[in-house]
């Protein structure tokens, strides 16, 4: 009896400790706030991207109708490109002297060949989204010569431009000249092959130029350092900690990482050497809850931005520890 007793107090305890550690989360917490908003309500972006102007705190959110500019307070307050002439927008970093670097596409229509394509472009505009110039890309290596990125971050001077299809990063300036380029796929030792049935699918490059993705097929996430060490981590599964989408991924302030499961419909939290901390979202249409998350932000005052689908816009948490 005495064993028996011993025994259920033993496995009481570790299960105890198993969900202390699990909701202690290493003094991390995340509040759902609210969701963006204009004075008609709810914006009902889907799967937009995201970039910030840390000058004069303000978020970007930017997708086929335009950008959007938000205040802290997560309402709008300007908006342009709705009328087409940029393109479809798919990323973009504001300078210190408010200028906006923008990622764009447009389909590019051949008469001769009665064919077609899609053409990205970096393309520079005043604080008003008004046209300055096209940005040329200079001094890239034939490596990169048919390089097209699908997103794109900024840290000071450095753009960094992400070719989910092909793995390939490059680093450019803001006038376009070449300075780096990450072929990833090679760096992972992946074939051609492997490379087209992989992708990467999610991407982001933290302050000390750290290269954050995930390849959500491999069901893991990837970290590779300037010096083109790669680490990664992760398992398949739907429980706490472990990936069925990876998809969305970024860091904070403290270093640890965020990465959303489009599947699950949340957003997992690790820190920097990789461990599990915690996670938030959750599946539903509740408050702070997601459907099939996808992008993520995490501006410099510990808000994070989640895009998600169904016309159910970006929710709005704060990191408190």
């Not at 002297?97 to 923008?102: R, V, W």
């Not at 300037?226 to 900690?241: C, I, N, Y």
Request: hydrophobic share 40%.
């Amino acid at each position: 009896m005495k064993f028996r007793y011993l025994y259920k107090i033993l496995l009481l305890s570790a299960a105890f400790l198993a969900t202390s550690a699990l909701t202690a989360s290493a003094d991390i917490k995340v509040d759902y706030l609210y969701n963006l908003a204009n004075f008609e309500g709810i914006v009902p972006f889907n799967w937009a991207g995201m970039f910030a102007d840390k000058k004069q705190d303000e978020l970007y959110v930017c997708d086929s109708n335009g950008v959007g500019i938000f205040n802290t307070s997560g309402m709008e307050v300007y908006n342009f490109g709705d009328d087409g002439a940029l393109g479809n927008i798919a990323g973009g970093a504001v300078n210190e002297d408010g200028n906006i670097l923008l990622l764009t596409s447009r389909y590019e229509y051949t008469l001769a060949t009665q064919s077609g394509k899609y053409v990205t472009d970096l393309t520079l505009c005043n604080y008003r989204g008004e046209l300055i110039s096209k940005v040329t890309l200079k001094g890239v290596p034939p490596e990169f010569s048919n390089f097209s990125p699908e997103e794109m971050v900024c840290h000071g001077d450095k753009v960094y431009l992400a070719s989910f299809g092909s793995m390939k990063v490059l680093v450019v300036d803001w006038t376009g000249k070449y300075l780096d380029g990450y072929n990833i796929g090679s760096i992972m030792g992946l074939s051609e092959n492997q490379v087209r049935d992989s992708g990467m699918t999610g991407f982001d490059v933290d302050k000390e130029g750290n290269i954050f993705f995930t390849i959500s097929v491999h069901f893991q996430a990837y970290k590779l350092t300037p010096e083109r060490k790669l680490s990664s981590w992760g398992v398949p599964g739907g429980a706490p900690g472990k990936f069925n989408i990876a998809t969305g991924i970024t860091t904070d302030d403290m270093g640890n990482i965020y990465v959303v499961d489009t599947l699950k419909s949340a957003v997992e939290v690790f820190s920097k050497d990789f461990q599990f901390l915690t996670q938030f979202g959750g599946r539903g249409i509740g408050p702070g809850e997601l459907i099939a998350p996808r992008g993520i932000f995490i501006d410099g005052k510990g808000m994070i931005y989640v895009t998600q689908s169904a016309d159910r816009g970006i929710n709005v948490y704060k990191i408190s520890n």
